[in-house]
């Protein structure tokens, strides 16, 4: 009897953990379409949602701070940029937008060390990494100090 009892909780523990993983792709995935469509609140609800099952969902932490960028909203971009990068230190597009954000900010340093990491994990968006690169010779001060 309880050894019966044991593999019923042990299949039941199994299914619950494959349904709480297969929920929280299902949130991610379902986010992802109404960004696509444009519909930023919805997709903000479910970007959300999904990180409450998962809180180390790095794509939905980064589609969050997408959000942000477009709702002009650059402290919550930024928060959410830096746990994209927390999670995942080597997400170049959330390194860019990042990197972007320093630059409005005139914070040169903070520019350059993200820069180095740039460097090191590019592979889709070097072509941008240039610009940065113009972009902060064209306005660096002399002194180099932020």
Known sequence: MM?????????YIIINIFNI???NENFFNKGLN????KKYEDAKFMFERGIVFNPK???SYLYLAKIYNI???QKKEEKNLEATLLIEPSNEE???MYMKIALDKSNYLKV???LKNFDEVCKKLCNENRNILESL???EPKNNES
């Not at 050894?3 to 299949?11: G, Q, T, V």
């Not at 109404?34 to 469509?37: A, I, S, V, Y």
């Open 3 to 11: 050894n019966k009892l044991k593999k019923i909780l042990f299949f």
């Open 21 to 23: 993983s297969n929920s």
């Open 34 to 37: 109404l960004f696509e469509n």
């Open 57 to 59: 969902d790095s794509k």
């Open 71 to 73: 709702e002009e909203d």
């Open 94 to 96: 959330a390194i860019l």
């Open 112 to 114: 350059k060390d993200l």
């Open 137 to 139: 010779e064209n306005i």
